[in-house]
């Protein structure tokens, strides 16, 4: 099994499972587990795939749709032993976030050779299973929280296409941007790191404009 499909499954098994802890903390049904698992899981990568114009990965090989269906059976079962559930929601989501990425890069070079593309792709792939799962959850989403997020999953889009581009080993290559990501996503949650927000100013008196 090589690197790329190792960080797919990775990417899909830690996206359901936060999936499946968002429907433990609304105390939803064994459908709602499976359910908010699956779009967590494999939605990113669905819009990833139609957007390059490529087969849907889990259509050509539905084991990825098991995938989430045996994480959230298994959540749905052992969630009740967590404690700080949305704390290890996060935590899941940025090593999800950090794989997914960089997987969602790969692709999309693969699909079109184009290094804009393939960073595009990467941070599309890495963030909108979280921003789903949190939409459809009702929960405080991801991409409205204070901590860097998508600047993650671009960050370690951005190192992988770079180390390809400059001819490092595909494995050599997915490392560089998955510790990228997680070293970004992770300093933020830890220490609450954040880009600079927007602050309103007053506007221009038309009366001052000469």
Known sequence: MNAMVVLDFVGVGLFAATGA??????????????????????????????ILGVSVFWVIE??????????ATMIYFTAHLLESRYRWLLWLDAVALSAYCVFGAYKGLLATGSPVVAIVMGTLTGTLGGILRDVLANEPSVLLRR?????????????????DVVGLTEPVS???????????????????????TYRSRPGCNPDNMG
């Open 174 to 196: 997915a490392v560089a941007g998955f510790v990228a990501a997680l070293a970004i996503r992770g300093i933020g949650l830890a220490l609450g790191w954040a880009l600079p």
């Open 62 to 71: 539905p084991i990825y749709i098991l995938v989430c269906g045996i994480t």
């Open 147 to 163: 901590e860097i997020y998508v600047t993650a999953a671009l960050a370690g889009a951005v190192a992988f296409v770079v180390a």
């Open 21 to 50: 802890l968002s429907a433990s903390r609304k105390q939803l049904d064994i459908i709602g587990f499976l359910f908010l698992a699956a779009v967590t899981g494999v939605g990113g990568g669905t819009v990833r795939d139609l």
